[in-house]
Structure formats: C-alpha cells, structure tokens
C-alpha cells in the first residue's frame, strides 16, 4: 500500500526558533497534501492544503507567515513553524493524496514541544 | 461550518464483545464518509468509508451504518479484540470531488478499550 513518511517523527526546541517537518510520499507521487495538528485528547484539525508547485491555501484562523508550507516536489511538502512558542506545541499529520486509487494515506506524525 | 460530533468519548468493552461507536453530522449535503483509528503516538489509520448512496458497508469485523435521515452514522467492530483498543474518528470531507475529499473535518473522536 501506499506509504507516506515524516521527519522528523519528534523535535524538542527553544522558544524563538523554527522548526521544520517534512511530508514524503514514498511510492507513489502526490500533487496535493494537506496538514493537520492535533492537540493532545483532541481531534485533527485542518490546517492548509499543499499543492506542488503552488501556494498553499489555508484554513480560517491558521497564520500562514507562522506555518510556511512548501510543496516542491510531487514526493515532498515540508511545513516550517516559525518562531516557534510553547502554544505550538502539538502533534502535526500530513497526509497526502494519490497513489491511484482516489484517497488520501496519512503520515505517522511529528510530535513537537516547545520549551 | 460543517461539525461533526460523537455521543460517547470513552467505551469499555471486553474482548469478544461486538462495539459500537456512534457520530453525528450537521451537513446534510454531506455525501461521503470515513472511520479512521488512531493508536497512540500515531497517524489516523482508514478502517471503512461509506457513500451516501449506500446505507450499509461492511469490511473485515467491521461495519459502517449510516443513517442520512438524521444524519447519523455508526461503526461496528465484532468480536473486538485488545488490539482494537484506539481512539476512533469519523471524517467527513468539507468539499466535494477529488481531491477536495482530502480535506477532512474530523468528529471528536471516541477512545475505545477492549479488557482481555
């Protein structure tokens, strides 16, 4: 089956830094992924959605200067969390969209704590 | 906005009895529908979608009922097993078409424990 990968799977950092997680998928090519975060004992919410070789559009109330995607590749998104602060911290899901058969296969996820 | 809920955050179940996990949506025009399961420290794992054309699906151990009258679907697992112990999602996409069914609305989900 298709296999989409993540890294790195957790990150600890400093306040004030940024941060940067990659989405692959690994057999298969993917013009669309989209992230996800997940704060812990909540559900996914949708952040943005990742179109390569475009700009990402993003969800309502999700600041895009803050979570800088980009898609440059059909195996590769990566999203940056800039000047990260503890309130970032949360579990962070990329999926991607394709493999031929009209679904969507979600990454195993990056654990991020901000001290 | 679309909103997707679940009545029961938590159920506890001994192996081998049958589970049901139950959601709710708000958009009516809704026309498909997924169950994922979560382990901990994991991404979402599909178990079984449903279109709205259909009311009954079933996989292996588990079936998905919807009820589009009152906007209702449900997952059941048979014979549930410790390793079916998860926290388990509905989805229900928030376009139509495509790739537009990637992007999901998730309920709250329901942390399902199965006892030996």
């Known amino acids: 089956g298709a296999v989409v990968s993540q890294h790195p799977s957790w990150v600890i950092c400093k306040s004030g830094t940024s941060v940067k997680i990659e989405c692959r998928s690994l057999d298969f090519q993917a013009t669309t992924m989209f992230w996800y975060r997940q704060f812990p004992k909540q559900s996914l919410m949708l952040m943005a959605t990742s179109n390569e070789g475009s700009k990402a559009t993003y969800e309502q109330g999700v600041e895009k200067d803050k979570f800088l995607i980009n898609h440059a590749s059909l195996t590769l998104s990566t999203l940056t969390v800039t000047s990260a602060h503890p309130e970032d911290s949360s579990f962070y899901i990329c999926?991607?969209?394709?493999?031929?058969?009209?679904?969507?296969?979600f990454g195993p996820g990056t654990r991020l704590t901000v001290l | 906005g679309e909103s997707v809920g679940l009545h029961l955050p938590t159920l506890s179940v001994q192996e081998g009895d049958n589970s049901i996990i139950n959601c709710a949506y708000s958009?009516?025009?809704?026309?498909?529908f997924i169950w994922y399961k979560q382990e901990s420290g994991k991404g979402p794992q599909f178990i079984i979608d449903i279109r709205s054309n259909m009311d009954k699906r079933q996989g292996q151990r588990v079936t998905v009922l919807l009820n589009k009258t009152v906007k209702h679907l449900s997952l059941q697992i048979a014979a549930t097993q410790p390793g079916d112990s998860a926290v388990y999602f509905c989805?229900?996409?928030?376009?139509?078409?495509?790739?537009?069914?990637?992007?999901?609305?998730f309920g709250q989900g329901t942390i399902l424990t199965v006892h030996p």
């Open positions: 958009n009516s025009a809704s026309d498909y």
């Open positions: 989805a229900v996409p928030k376009g139509a078409g495509g790739t537009s069914y990637g992007k999901l609305t």
């Open positions: 999926s991607a969209w394709g493999g031929g058969t009209d679904t969507q296969y």
